[in-house]
């Protein structure tokens, strides 16, 4: 499919032009070079998908496969991403500008997602419940919910997709994804190998195309069972208020502004090293992204400067150069956004001690220097809202109440950085911090196997883990009178 210049929707296992027969370019950020034409999808485009994947969900091929069954096809597809890594590797990095050599490091984790999943698979059940009455039996049931909408970003297609696709494919559901419309390549490929590695027809679909016309209209869909998204905070709070009032789930991954915080007493080198990769790790294109700093008043010039100095050394250029640190935001507008909030920041009262200004990396693309601001305070925008892009924000504190309260002083909880030697210190920040994720002497490790939830308005819902398998269910109990005895006074049954 790499070679490819038109891409279309891919409904029921086979390609499907779009019912209006339009379609739109996907850029190279990078470059801006074009990379392909993909469908433009709309609500005829997307009740066929659902139609296709509901149609799906109740075909026996799938109803009927047992869950050991169903664990052996998540393992295959996982075996396929790994003998086609390096393909889609290129694919994303073309793009959304991500490093190739960042890429390649995320390929050779994904098929861990599939392969996690399919242990687990032939694991979920239900439980038995001693009631009081032992002549009536009560037990329960976890049955797949039916058809799943998959909302997912341009920052991570593949492995946000995963994160969703591999736990509903678990649990039995169907899919539907709509992908972010400037990454749509990677996301058409899984759901190719998914096909190929023997899922059913219609197990997973994808519709590709805008947010306001593919995405409401999935949304909406009246034969939906629940919408996963990960995305911003506002779209976020629109997808809980459609789904709520049709009384189906939703678990929303929304936006960040987490804070890392180093001590007085950290390994300062390691804690430089921690908050650069924090933030400027994928050009800052992250939820996790560590971009508000509070270092301890003893240690924040030194901790400034080494950042500042690693900040002004990191090489930025084509993203398919091993070599190349910082690869391009991953549109125009986002460049934008960036470049106006760092304007913004300044007007504030801030000041760049490094970066501050767009590029084009040596190749015409949209670059933004990775950038630090100091003499900042918690009650600027650039402090307060999620920039998303390479821009850190650093602030010293005194005490551990001082960091506590800044750092919890945000409407987001996504996660947070703790550095410190101190034990005790390490697990009282980690018990008191309003962060799903909390890291100590580290940042940005994750795994499929631990769960992931965002606190306050960074999300409502797990994803990963175990915890996640819930999300993608629905609870039965079911009541059986084992007693062949006629009801003596049904008025005193209990209800």
Avoid at 53 to 67: K, Y
Avoid at 184 to 195: C, D, K, Q, Y
Avoid at 205 to 215: C, I, L, M, P, R
Avoid at 352 to 366: E, I
């Amino acid at each position: 499919m790499s070679e490819l210049t038109t891409l279309q929707h891919f409904i029921g296992g086979t390609w499907v032009e779009p019912a209006s027969g339009e379609y739109f370019e996907s850029t190279n950020p990078a470059t801006l070079q074009t990379n392909y034409r993909a469908a433009r999808g709309n609500p005829a485009d997307v009740d066929r998908a659902v139609t296709a994947a509901r149609l799906a969900f109740e075909d026996p091929r799938w109803r009927n496969l047992s869950q050991t069954r169903r664990g052996h096809l998540l393992r295959r597809l996982g075996e396929l991403i790994a003998e086609n890594a390096e393909e889609l590797a290129r694919m994303e990095t073309r793009d959304n500008g991500k490093l190739l050599r960042e890429m390649r490091g995320q390929l050779a984790t994904l098929p861990e997602y599939f392969h996690y999943y399919a242990g687990l698979a032939d694991k979920i059940h239900g439980d038995f419940i001693p009631t009081s009455d032992r002549q009536v039996l009560n037990y329960t049931a976890r049955e797949p919910l039916g058809v799943v909408g998959a909302i997912t970003p341009w920052n991570s297609p593949l492995t946000l997709t995963s994160s969703k696709l591999a736990p509903a494919l678990c649990a039995g559901n169907t899919v539907v994804i709509k992908p972010s419309e400037y990454t749509s390549a990677t996301v058409l490929r899984l759901a190719e190998l998914a096909l190929e590695a023997g899922f059913p027809p219609g197990a997973v679909n994808v519709v590709t195309g805008f947010g306001a016309e593919a995405g409401q209209a999935l949304v909406d869909h009246r034969d939906l069972a629940k919408i996963s998204f990960t995305g911003s905070t506002a779209t976020g709070s629109r997808i809980a208020a459609a789904t709520a009032s049709r009384f189906i789930g939703s678990t929303l991954e929304l936006g960040g502004k987490s804070p890392n915080i180093v001590f007085d007493d950290a390994n300062v080198p390691n804690a430089a090293m921690g908050v650069v990769a924090g933030i400027f790790a994928a050009a800052g294109q992250t939820c996790i992204a560590g971009s508000r700093v509070f270092a301890h008043r003893s240690v924040h010039d030194e901790l400034v400067e080494r950042v500042t100095e690693r900040a002004k050394a990191i090489r930025i250029g084509d993203p398919m150069d091993e070599r190349t640190e910082l690869g391009p935001l991953a549109f125009a507008e986002q460049r934008d956004k960036v470049a106006g909030y760092v304007d913004l920041g300044r007007e504030e009262g801030a000041r760049v001690l490094t970066g501050g200004n767009p590029t084009d990396g040596g190749l015409g693309g949209w670059f933004y220097e990775p950038t630090v601001l100091v003499d900042v305070h918690n009650d600027m925008r650039v402090v307060r809202e999620e920039i998303f892009g390479p821009v850190l924000a650093v602030m010293p504190f005194d005490t551990e109440e001082d960091a506590v309260r800044l750092a919890n002083d945000t409407e987001y909880g996504l996660a947070a950085g703790v550095w410190t030697q101190n034990l005790a210190r390490a697990h009282r920040m980690a018990a008191r911090l309003d962060a799903g994720t909390v890291w100590v002497n580290t940042y940005r490790a994750m795994s499929p196997m631990s769960p992931r939830q965002g606190f306050k308005a960074s999300g409502v819902g797990v994803e990963h883990g175990t915890e996640s398998i819930k999300e993608y269910t629905r609870l039965k109990s079911v009541w059986i009178n084992t007693s062949e005895e006629p009801v003596a006074d049904p008025f005193t049954m209990r209800s």
